[in-house]
Antibody, heavy 121, light 112 residues
Framework: QVQLQESGPGLVKPSETLSLTCTVSGGSINPYFWGWIRQPPGKGLEWLGY???????NYNPSLRSRLTISLDIPKNQFSLKLSSVTAADTAKYYC???????????????WGKGTTVTVSS | QSLLTQPPSVSAAPGQKVTISCSGI????????VSWYQQLPGAAPRLLIS???KRPSGIPDRFSGSKSGTSATLDITGLQTADEANYYC?????????????FGPGTRVTVL
């Protein structure tokens, strides 16, 4: 059974880069989408983006200029980098596996437990 | 503000049925498949329904989904106290390039 585990600093200073890693265990990187979702305290879910196992990617337009998602297939890991963070980026960050034959089938079938990131000086 | 509309809350007694609606427009719910996620308090979301009406293995058949036009619906029958959670619909908005996956604002289910 596939499991995902997020790791990274829980506190990031404003204007710095938030970096998180997700380790995939119990399954293969292909042929899935690997991405990130976040949830600010007390609020709903926001999709950040994904990278497809073969290299294509798709990002939330509102974050595209600050966001990079990358895959490290030999390590069975993928990562998120969000630059120039502000307090508005404080949230619980979930890594996730997406499935679907085409983009309109896309759904998230495996979630990590999430990691809380606070942006504060 | 979400592109999708869900009622903030629904409630019913144990054993009863609740229906959660998810309304969008042609660029999202109208032309793409809808998924539903359950988020229990303090837990990560989990997939309940994909592609409008498909249940992953392990999801009880008390949960069912449907879609008509630009609206989707999640039904929960035989309501249990364990079903108290937030429920989110989600779908793709736009095309394969430049589109994004959008979540509804969530619906809180309360078992009376």
């Amino acid at each position: 059974q596939v499991q995902l585990q997020e790791s990274g600093p829980g506190l990031v200073k404003p204007s710095e880069t938030l970096s998180l890693t997700c380790t995939v265990s119990g399954g293969s990187i292909n042929p899935y989408f690997w991405g990130w979702i976040r949830q600010p305290p007390g609020k709903g879910l926001e999709w950040l983006g994904y990278m497809y196992y073969s290299g294509g990617s798709n990002y939330n337009p509102s974050l595209r200029s600050r966001l990079t998602i990358s895959l490290d297939i030999p390590k069975n890991q993928f990562s998120l980098k969000l630059s120039s963070v502000t307090a508005a980026d404080t949230a619980k960050y979930y890594c996730a596996r997406g499935s679907g034959l085409y983009y309109y089938h896309y759904h998230i079938d495996v979630w990590g437990k999430g990691t809380t990131v606070t942006v504060s000086s | 503000q979400s592109l999708l509309t869900q009622p903030p809350s629904v409630s019913a007694a144990p054993g009863q049925k609740v229906t959660i609606s998810c309304s969008g427009i042609s660029s999202n719910t109208g032309n793409n498949y809808v998924s539903w996620y359950q988020q229990l308090p303090g837990a990560a979301p989990r997939l309940l329904i994909s592609e409008n009406n498909k249940r992953p293995s392990g999801i009880p058949d008390r949960f069912s989904g449907s879609k008509s036009g630009t609206s989707a619906t999640l039904d929960i029958t035989g309501l249990q106290t364990a079903d108290e959670a937030n429920y989110y619909c989600a779908t793709w908005d736009g095309g394969p390039i430049g589109g994004l996956y959008v979540f509804g604002p969530g619906t809180r289910v309360t078992v009376l």
